[in-house]
């Protein structure tokens, strides 16, 4: 008995200090960022619309993003350039920290959202749904309703069909509601899908762009002998 206690401390006391680990998506256009762990320069590979790989966190939990620029005095190193700071909550995770426009141009350039990426968090054969438009967005997809402020998500079930009708209208205050983007996506097995919901970027062409992005994740999911579900 006391081997069996003393083995589920050793346990906790392992989960209470392992390395918290974390990925990265960018809802705008970047290819890699920097940042620091424990004294080392780590690079993130960054893709846009893309998860990147996990990355171990610093001991603090304190993730700073940054890139660099020349240094005017070749005989030091590059400056660095702060683009978004998130910490990373208590938990094992891992964390996804999303980054997206900071439209206050309040000092950094990215915002960052910080969320649990973990199986539990998201479960298998479900979509998680994102808002970060501007608008508040109304959402069907699979058949279920949902309203979503900026920054705002739902976890959604996968119906039992081969596809799901993903609908979104956005709220165009004094002229109303407009439907934005009306699209079936395939539903996989084994898996799980997050779904970004984005602003069409303003051009030359089009200075008031009405429409919605949708960027879409599929994640598959595979179960090992032990019965344990793991992400790929």
């Known amino acids: 008995m006391l081997c069996f206690v003393h083995g589920l401390c050793g346990q906790s006391a392992q989960t209470a200090n392992a390395q918290a680990e974390f990925r990265v998506i960018s809802l705008n256009d970047l290819t890699s960022l920097f940042y620091d762990s424990n004294g080392k320069k780590e690079v993130l590979r960054i893709g846009i619309g893309t998860f990147t790989r996990l ?35 208590e938990g094992e995770g891992p964390f996804l920290i999303i980054l997206y426009e900071n439209i206050e141009d309040s000092g950094l350039k990215f915002k960052t959202l910080v969320i649990d990426h973990s199986l539990s968090a998201h479960p298998p054969d479900n979509y998680r749904v994102y808002n970060f438009s501007k608008r508040k967005l109304a959402v069907n997809l699979a058949d279920q309703s949902m309203l979503l402020n900026r ?79 793991h992400l790929q």
Do not use: C
């Not at 005989?75 to 998130?86: F, G, M, N, Q, R």
């Open 55 to 89: 990355y171990p966190a610093p001991r603090n939990r304190k993730v700073e993003l940054y890139t660099e620029q020349p240094n005017p005095d070749l005989t030091k190193p590059p400056i660095k350039a702060p683009l978004a700071i998130a910490t990373l909550p």
């Open 151 to 229: 920054g705002q998500s739902e976890t959604v079930p996968y119906p039992d069909t081969r596809k799901a009708w993903l609908k979104v209208a956005a709220d165009q205050e004094d002229d109303g509601w407009l439907l934005v983007t009306s699209s079936p996506h395939v539903v996989g097995n084994n898996s799980r899908t997050t779904i970004f919901l984005v602003d069409l970027p303003v051009t030359e062409r089009d200075p008031d762009p009405k429409g919605i992005a949708v960027r879409r994740m599929k994640e598959r999911i595979t179960t090992d002998e032990l019965g344990v579900q």
